[in-house]
Structures are given as structure tokens and as C-alpha cells.
């Protein structure tokens, strides 16, 4: 086996995005263009000679050809060792967990995440530190720089290796684990939750719960924790084998991309409880019968109730939140005297504050919620908490909601996505924003009196760095807010995000239909960024 030095030209277009780089199929097929970014990784980094790398996926489409390439990369590059989920399967927090648990240099993660797979689909890779968390701007910013100007990659010439066999293998002088997906996972779960009270629910016949998967990455990890581990029957988890095109559905999990669930919840003979995750596992959406939980009111739902969590009953060091994600929290934070932090989106903004114990749980509107057990947002985690706290609290979901809402007030929620925009117009209508905003400080629109606008800029607290343009915000004396994002996931065109968020403390109003609740902030979303004339839709493509 010897190592080939390819030669090569850069690719202009490898910047990672919220959550690395992500392209349709079609381009990460295109000769050498994986392999160029794997090599600007490589060549960012210090220090990773004989050290372990974690490498694993969500199976879609492309995954294994992908590992192949990479295995090898990692060899010729000087690795010790290679850490990879079996048939190349390991969710996002699975291989955060892993990363962890064994000291590895770091990982390499691959999925576009909620983003649709197969032949005609997406791709993405992403790069994760030692901490077991997303790669920092400056480590993404490096890796990007690298790309530009990258000339050759390093590859052994080498058969593939079996991916299908758990065991210890060679390629070359390195060596390779194929670990079962699962298995680590599985045992830091059964160490934050009381998953003896959580059996006893499962099994008691007065509760019955519905798990979809998606066809996505959390399938085998669902079926094991849920039904194998905790005793709920056969057929709990629903949609549970991963597939390569995610039986060409999007696994997102919100109302509109959910449906087989929503369906269920939401019909005759509901379950008590239904929850679901998107493709790489590190999302959720939870439902009670008959009732979605918004992510953002999750979150600060799952801080309130921490106590009754083993793994944190010990109260908890402070909260963080993304800064288009609802205040919610931020009352929790203020009642339990704990700090509330606001950064920007994407998860690589938390690892800081977790990693300095200043934050335990974490959450993004986005259907993301985690804590310091690992460095990623987590999916089948915010399951088993809501899960912990049901079988304590022997309440409905909907209960539990509303008795949340009238102690701390109802944060109304929505956040309205117009997809496929044209990128220039996009692009002029956050530089309109941009300079609008400041100047909208005492304007008036209807009831609403703006007290503050600007580009959120965030300061890490803990080591220094500066992120700017992190999203247009309009803010209300009452509290409400208007936020308008471009999507840093997307590979076609741009998506425009409007974040809608205004606050009810009057329990006798806190049973509106979020988009009845919201409807003088969204006209004025339309009035101040124009959207029917920027995005040519009369309406938004997704809302959630
Ligand atoms: C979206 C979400 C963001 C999340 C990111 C990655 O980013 O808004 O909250 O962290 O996806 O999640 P954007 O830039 O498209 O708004 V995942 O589950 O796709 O890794
Ligand atoms: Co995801």
C-alpha cells in the first residue's frame, strides 16, 4: 500500500456554512472535490499525527463512498487511528459522544442534516473538534482559506475496508474500529436519565408514546433505546430503517415535514406522546396529543423541570439560547437566578460556554435543544428528557405546556421561511435592512413602538472572538420582535427566515393560534423588508 500524492486545483466555493459545507451530490461527485476539502481540513490542523479521528455519518446517499475516501485520506495524512460508526452510521450527537468519550483529535461528520438526500439530493461535511463540538469560525475560516489555495491531497492506495462488521482492522499504519453505532450512545443516556421510571411509564399501559425517525440517522438508535432498552412495544418507533433518500421524504422534523406523525397525533386514538428528529439525529420536534410544543418554549420547559432529570438535579449553570430563538428561556434563566446567554445560530457558538461551565442546556428554534453531555445538539436526548419529566410528573404534554405558559407567560412563536429566493435580491434586502434598522429606533407601527435595531453582533464571552452579521433585529418596547436571517444551510439559492416572537403574560390570551397572535408583526415584517416584492411569493414556502 503506498501513498499517492494527487495532484489537484482549488474549488472556490468550499466555505462551510452554519454547519459545514454543504452541496447537492452532484458536486461532491465531481473529481477530487471531496478529497479537496478533506485535505484543506487535514492541512489546518496541528498536531493529529498517531492521534484518533472519529468518522461516521447519517447514511444518506454517498456516505459510504465517502468514508472509503476519507479512511484512506486519513491514513496517507498519519492518523493513528480511525473511530467509525458501522455501515459508516453514526448521528450527529452519537459521534459527538464518541469523540468525547475516547479523547479522539477530532471528527468528521458527514450529513446536510435535514436537507433531502439521494442521487439528486444534498451532501455536506463538516468538521468537529476535540471537545466533541463543531469546528470554531477561526478552524472553519482556516479551512476555507486552505481550500483556496490547496494544490494536492495525500490518498492511500488501498482496497476498501468492510464497513459492515463491527472489529479492528488495518490500512496501512493506521488502524480502523468499525464501533457499533449505538452502543456508547445508548450507555450515556442510561447515565442522565432515570430510565427505571421511564420503563415503568413505557410499560404501565396508560401510556403510549410514537417515535419517527424519519427513515433518517436515529432509526437503530430509537429502536434500541425505546423499545429494546425501555420496553415500549414493537412499532413505537415508526420509519425507523435509515434509508439513502430517506424514502424521498425531507426529515425535518416540523409540523409540515412530519406528517405520517402529525397524522397520528393528531388523529382518532392519538398516543399521549410523539416525537420525531431529522436526518443526521440531532434535531427534534415534540408533540403531546394534539399539541406541538414549539422548540423554543421546549427548552425553556426542559430548564424549568431539570430538577426532576437525574443527570441534573443539580441545578444548572446557565442557559443559552441562539439569538432568533424565543425569550422563553430567558425567563426561566431570571426566575432560577442562572445567566441567559443570546448567540448566534448555529451550535459551534455553544461549545465556549459549555466547555467554561457557564452554560448546561442549549436550544435553537430551530428544533435544536442539547446540554455539556455532549458538544451538538441532540435529538433522541430532548426525547428522553420530555419522557423523564412525563413519567415524574404524570401530567399531559399539553398540561404541562400551559401550566409553563401561566407561570412565565406565552412567548408567541413562528418562524416563516421563504426557500429558493433569488440570491441578489436576498442579498440586497438584508443590505436595505441593514441600514434601515438603526433608524427605525422610536418609530411607530400600529400599537408597536420600536425600541431598538441592528445587526446582531456576538461577542464569545469566553474567548474574545467577534461575530458580526449575525441577523437583522427589530426590537419592540413590549418585548416583541422582528428577526430576518439568510439561511447558511442551503444549496440553492437563498432562504430567507423571518423570526416572529411576541409575548403574552394574560393566561385568559394564551390560547391564540400563534399566526392570529403574530398577525401585526408580520405585516410589519412585510412592511419594513418588502418580501412579496424581494422573494416573488405572496406567501412564505414553509412556516413552523
Ligand atoms: C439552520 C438552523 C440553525 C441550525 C442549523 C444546523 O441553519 O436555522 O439553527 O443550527 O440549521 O442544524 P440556517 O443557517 O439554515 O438557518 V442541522 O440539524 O441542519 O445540522
Ligand atoms: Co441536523
Known amino acids: 500500500m503506498t501513498i499517492q500524492t494527487i495532484a489537484t486545483q482549488p474549488f472556490l466555493d468550499q466555505k462551510p456554512g452554519t454547519s459545514g459545507l454543504r452541496k447537492q451530490v452532484q458536486v461532491f461527485q465531481k473529481p477530487h472535490y471531496l478529497q479537496n476539502f478533506v485535505q484543506a481540513i487535514f ?41 467509525v460508526g458501522r455501515g459508516g452510521i453514526l448521528s450527529t450527537p452519537a459521534a459527538s459522544c464518541v469523540i468525547r468519550k475516547y479523547g479522539a483529535f477530532g471528527g468528521i461528520i458527514l450529513s446536510a442534516s435535514h436537507n433531502p438526500g439521494g442521487p439528486d439530493g444534498d451532501f455536506g461535511i463538516k468538521y468537529n473538534i476535540s471537545n466533541g463540538g463543531p469546528a470554531p469560525e477561526k478552524v472553519t475560516e482556516a479551512i476555507y482559506a486552505r481550500s483556496k489555495t490547496i494544490d494536492r491531497y495525500l490518498v492511500l492506495d488501498a482496497p476498501d475496508i468492510d464497513l459492515d462488521k ?61 423499545e429494546q ?145 455532549i458538544r451538538e445538539k441532540d435529538g433522541l436526548w430532548a426525547v428522553l428528557f420530555w419522557l423523564n419529566i412525563l413519567a415524574v410528573r404524570q401530567q399531559p404534554v399539553e398540561e404541562i405546556v400551559r401550566e409553563h405558559w401561566k407561570t412565565y407567560g406565552r412567548n408567541y412563536y413562528s418562524r416563516h421561511d421563504y426557500e429558493g429566493v433569488d440570491s441578489d435580491r436576498a442579498n440586497t434586502m438584508m443590505t436595505n435592512l441593514r441600514s434601515l434598522a438603526p433608524t427605525l429606533k422610536g418609530k411607530t407601527f400600529g ?55 411576541s409575548y403574552e403574560p394574560d393566561p385568559a390570551k394564551q390560547d391564540q393560534d400563534p399566526q392570529v397572535a403574530l398577525a401585526d408583526l408580520i405585516a410589519i415584517a412585510e412592511e419594513v423588508a418588502q418580501l412579496r416584492a424581494t422573494t416573488g411569493m405572496d406567501k412564505p414556502t414553509v412556516i413552523t
Open 43 to 83: 492541512d489546518s490542523l496541528e498536531g493529529y499525527q498517531g492521534q484518533t479521528l472519529v468518522v461516521g455519518g447519517d447514511g444518506r446517499y454517498y456516505n459510504r463512498e465517502a468514508i472509503q475516501i476519507i479512511l484512506k485520506m486519513a491514513a496517507a495524512n498519519g492518523f493513528g487511528r480511525v473511530l
Open 166 to 226: 463491527t472489529g479492528i482492522l488495518t490500512l496501512g499504519e493506521m488502524t480502523v474500529e468499525v464501533i457499533d453505532s449505538v452502543s456508547d450512545y445508548a450507555q450515556l443516556m442510561e447515565s442522565l436519565f432515570d430510565f427505571d421510571r421511564i420503563r415503568e411509564l413505557l410499560t404501565s399501559g396508560r401510556f403510549r408514546m410514537c417515535m419517527d425517525s424519519l427513515h433518517a440517522v436515529t432509526g437503530p438508535y430509537a429502536h434500541r433505546i425505546f
Open 229 to 373: 432498552q425501555l420496553g415500549a412495544p414493537a412499532g413505537t418507533v415508526q420509519n425507523g430503517v435509515p434509508l439513502e433518500d430517506f424514502g424521498g421524504g425531507h426529515p425535518d422534523p416540523n409540523l409540515v415535514y412530519a406528517h405520517d406523525l402529525v397524522e397520528v397525533l393528531y388523529g382518532d386514538n392519538a398516543p399521549d406522546f410523539g416525537a420525531a428528529s431529522d436526518g443526521d439525529g440531532d434535531r427534534n420536534m415534540v408533540l403531546g396529543r394534539r399539541f406541538f410544543v414549539t422548540p423554543s418554549d421546549s427548552l425553556a420547559i426542559l430548564a424549568a423541570n431539570a430538577k426532576l432529570v437525574p443527570g441534573y438535579r443539580n441545578g444548572l449553570a446557565g442557559i443559552a439560547r441562539s439569538m432568533p430563538t424565543s425569550q422563553a428561556p430567558d425567563r426561566v434563566a431570571a426566575q432560577l437566578g442562572i445567566d441567559c446567554y443570546e448567540t448566534p445560530t448555529g451550535w459551534k457558538f455553544f461549545g465556549n460556554l459549555l466547555d467554561a461551565d457557564r452554560a448546561t442546556l442549549c436550544g435553537e428554534e430551530s428544533f435544536g435543544t442539547g446540554s455539556n453531555h
Open 447 to 501: 400599537n408597536y413602538t420600536v425600541e431598538y435595531g441592528d445587526d446582531f453582533s456576538y461577542t464569545d464571552p469566553v474567548d474574545g472572538s467577534v461575530s458580526q452579521k449575525q441577523g437583522i433585529r427589530i426590537g419592540f418596547t413590549d418585548g416583541s420582535r422582528v428577526v430576518f436571517r439568510l439561511s447558511g444551510t442551503g444549496t440553492q439559492g437563498a432562504t430567507v427566515r423571518v423570526y416572529l416572537e
